[in-house]
C-alpha cells in the first residue's frame, strides 16, 4: 500500500473517529481524569507507526491519555518484561506473539483479557482460540497470520504453480538446468516456523492434536520422519547450505526476480511491490501422500497488558481500540498484515493467505514452546546439510520434552 494511500486512511479515520469507539471497553473511561501516558512496545517498520498513528486517533478520543511508543522488538518482548516489568520500567502494554502466552501467565507477567466473551465475538475464531490459556483468555489479537508460496508470475506462469511437493521438486529440477543465475525454489531452511509443514501428514500436530500434550513432541513420531526425509531430499534441487538459506538471503533473492518461488506471508507484501515484482500467492503444496495443503502454523500477534502497568484499565480500553475496524484497516494499510477481526481489505492476494488459513493450525502456547524454536531450528539446519533424520529429530524431542 502506498504511503499516499495509508496517509489518506488515516485522516479519514482521524476525522470521521468522534462518532467512533463502540467497541471500546469503556469509551467515557478516562474522560475528565488525570493525565495518563500508557507505555507501549511495539516493533519498527510499520506497527511502530501503526501505534503512533493509532495513539494519535485515541487521544483524540480521551485527550487526557497519550500513547507513548518504544520500540522493542516482537521478537525481544517476552524476555525483556522479565527483567523491565519486575523493576518497574516496563510498558502498560506490549506485543509478543501468541506461543509466548504460556511462559507470560506462568510467570506471572499479563492480565487476563477484560470481557472476553466480548472481545471473542469480535476476533477471528483462531485468535481468540490462541489466546486462552487454561481456559482464560490473556490479550487482544491485533493481527492474524500464516505463510503461503509466493511465485514471481515472470519465472512460472500461474496454471505451473505446483499443487504437490513432488510437482515442485520437479518443477525446480528443470527450471534450474535452464535458467544458470536464477534458482526455482528458496526456503528458509533452518526455521522450524517453516519446516514444521514436513512433520504434519496424516494429521500429526507439534504437541498432538489440541497443542497441549506436555509428554511428548510428535516430531520424532514415524510420520515427522518420513515427511523430514522428503524435506532432506529436496537439497538435490536447492543445492545450497543451510547457512545460505537464511530469512535475508531467501528474501533478497525473491526481491531482486532471482527466485521463481519463497515461502513468507503477507509481511513482505509491501517489500515485494515496492521492488516492482510481478507475482501471486498460492497454497502450499500437499506433502507426499497428501492431498490438501500442507500444514501451516497460524499465529496470533497479540497487545498484552502488562500486570506491573499502573493504568492497567486505560492500557485495556486502548488494546480494545486497536480491535475497531478502523484500527484493523489502518494497520494493515501500514504493515500489510491480516487483520484479527472479519473486515474486508483491499489485497489482490489475501485469498491465497485465506485458503492456507483453512488448512493451518495454530502455534502451541505451552511453556515448552520456548525450547521448540531453538531444538527445531538446528535439527532442520543439520538434516537439510545430510545429518541422521530419526537421529536429530530424536534429540530435538528430548530438548523440548525434558
Known amino acids: 500500500m502506498k504511503k499516499a494511500a495509508a496517509i489518506a486512511a488515516f485522516c479519514a479515520v482521524i476525522f470521521g473517529f468522534l462518532g467512533c469507539g463502540k467497541n471500546s471497553v469503556n469509551p467515557s473511561a478516562s474522560k475528565g481524569k488525570e493525565k495518563v501516558r500508557l507505555t507501549v512496545w511495539e516493533s519498527a517498520n510499520g506497527p511502530d507507526e501503526f501505534i503512533k498513528r493509532a495513539g494519535l486517533a485515541y487521544t483524540k478520543i480521551h485527550p487526557n491519555v497519550e500513547i507513548e511508543f518504544v520500540n522493542v522488538e516482537v521478537g525481544d518482548s517476552s524476555d525483556?518484561?522479565?527483567i523491565d516489568g519486575p523493576a518497574g520500567l516496563g510498558p502498560d502494554l506490549f506485543a509478543a506473539p501468541h506461543d509466548k502466552l504460556g511462559g507470560l501467565v506462568t510467570g506471572g507477567l499479563v492480565l487476563e483479557t477484560v470481557n472476553p466473551s466480548e472481545v471473542s465475538k469480535e476476533v477471528l475464531g483462531a485468535c481468540s482460540q490462541a489466546l486462552k490459556y487454561e481456559g482464560k483468555m490473556y490479550g487482544y489479537p491485533v493481527s492474524a497470520e500464516t505463510y503461503a508460496l509466493f511465485y514471481n508470475k515472470e519465472?512460472?506462469?500461474?496454471?505451473?504453480?505446483?499443487k504437490t511437493w513432488e510437482e515442485l521438486a520437479?518443477?525446480?529440477r528443470i527450471f534450474n538446468l535452464r535458467n544458470l543465475t536464477k534458482t526455482g525454489f528458496v526456503m528458509e531452511v533452518g526455521s522450524g516456523y517453516y519446516t514444521i509443514i514436513f512433520t504434519t501428514s496424516n494429521s500429526n500436530r507439534l504437541f498432538g492434536p489440541?497443542?497441549?500434550?506436555?509428554?511428548?513432541?510428535y516430531l520424532n513420531n514415524e510420520a515427522a520422519v518420513k515427511g523430514m526425509k522428503f524435506f532432506q531430499s529436496l537439497r538435490a534441487i536447492v543445492d545450497e547450505p543451510a547457512s545460505?538459506?537464511?530469512?535475508?538471503?531467501?528474501k533478497a533473492a525473491f526481491q531482486s526476480g532471482n527466485a521463481a518461488m519463497f515461502i513468507t506471508g503477507l509481511w513482505n507484501v509491501n517489500l515485494f511491490e515496492d521492488a516492482g515484482i510481478n507475482f501471486g500467492v498460492a497454497p502450499l503444496p500437499s506433502l507426499p501422500g497428501e492431498v490438501t495443503p500442507a500444514a501451516s502454523f497460524s499465529g496470533t500477534r497479540a497487545m498484552f497488558v502488562s500486570s506491573y502497568s499502573k493504568h492497567p484499565s486505560e492500557a485495556a480500553d486502548f488494546a480494545r481500540f486497536l480491535l475497531t475496524p478502523e484500527m484493523q484497516q489502518l494497520r494493515f494499510n501500514l504493515t500489510g498484515a491480516m487483520p484479527a477481526i472479519n473486515t474486508s481489505v483491499s489485497s489482490k492476494y489475501m485469498s491465497g493467505f485465506l485458503k492456507q488459513l483453512d488448512y493451518a493450525f495454530p502455534m502451541p502456547s505451552i511453556p515448552e514452546m520456548t525450547a521448540f524454536w531453538d531444538a527445531m531450528g538446528n535439527a532442520s539446519k543439520n538434516i537439510w546439510d545430510g545429518?541422521?533424520?530419526?537421529?536429530?529429530?530424536?534429540?530435538?524431542?528430548?530438548?523440548i520434552i525434558k
Open 210 to 217: 489440541f497443542g497441549t500434550d506436555t509428554s511428548k513432541s
Open 155 to 162: 519465472l512460472i506462469p500461474e496454471k505451473e504453480v505446483p
Open 244 to 250: 545460505d538459506l537464511s530469512s535475508a538471503n531467501c
Open 80 to 82: 525483556q518484561i522479565l
Open 387 to 399: 545429518a541422521d533424520v530419526q537421529k536429530e529429530l530424536d534429540e530435538c524431542d528430548a530438548l
Open 170 to 172: 520437479e518443477w525446480v
